[in-house]
């Protein structure tokens, strides 16, 4: 473990780079059989229908808004997707043809309340704090689909002055599980990509992606609990980075 992080002397050379759905913050999606969105995706049916345009009835619109989900990403390229487009899709289906003041409307109504399910650990924002006292360059990367999820959960949990840069999949507009990702966030930044560790608690969207784009990877754990097969350094608790350190 210490030859594995021994250049990393000066932390002012360091960049720390943070997963942010399940690794720096908590959601209930991070559990599988969550609904969580459920009562979201019943208020954007009740604000379409007030604003005089039909809807067809749907049993459950957050199961019908993930198949369009995965069926688009299904017949275009690999891409990331946005939840602007999704949620226009999904509205069209159900017969309410939305123009598009309203589903900016709705889009902005969806991203608040959805951000609004993130929180972040008083353990974990400590963390935030105390690497940035040590000179540390802290950055985010996320899967959202929309870039402007991540900066208002930030806002929301008052940690926004602790990252330097916010990089989504939106943003940059490759999945991250394609190391491409990583690699445009290297090109950005101008550095060299054995200067950045990434922590994740994904196996495909953070640890080998993230490897095969050059930089460190710790993995955390907390679905395995770091089983002997798993990518070494990993684990299960976010504050024992800082014996990695």
Known sequence: ??????????????????????????????????????????????????????????????????????????????????HKYVLAKMLYRLGAEIDHVFLEEIYNYYIDESAKLFTILPPHKYLLQYLRGKGYRLILTTATGAHDLPLKILRNNNVSHYFS?????????????DHRFYEEI???????????????????????????????????????????????PCITDLLDLLHLL
């Open 1 to 82: 473990m210490e030859d594995y992080y021994k250049m990393f002397i000066d932390p002012r050379r360091t960049i720390i780079s943070f997963d942010m759905a399940c690794t720096l913050f908590w959601e209930p999606g991070c559990k599988p059989d969550y609904h969580s969105r459920v009562e979201i995706f019943k208020k954007i049916t009740e604000i379409t229908r007030s604003r005089g345009y039909m809807v067809k009835y749907e049993d459950n619109l957050y199961e019908l808004y993930g198949r369009l989900w995965r069926e688009t990403r299904r017949k275009g390229p690999r891409r990331e997707l946005w």
């Open 165 to 177: 840069m916010v990089f989504s999949t939106q943003l940059i507009g490759i999945p991250k599980s």
């Open 186 to 232: 290297v090109d950005v930044l101008g550095v060299d990509p054995g200067k950045i560790i990434h922590i994740g608690d994904s196996l495909e969207h953070d640890v080998y992606a993230a490897r095969k784009a050059g930089l460190k990877t710790i993995y955390y754990g907390w679905r395995t609990q770091c089983r002997a097969s798993d990518p070494q």
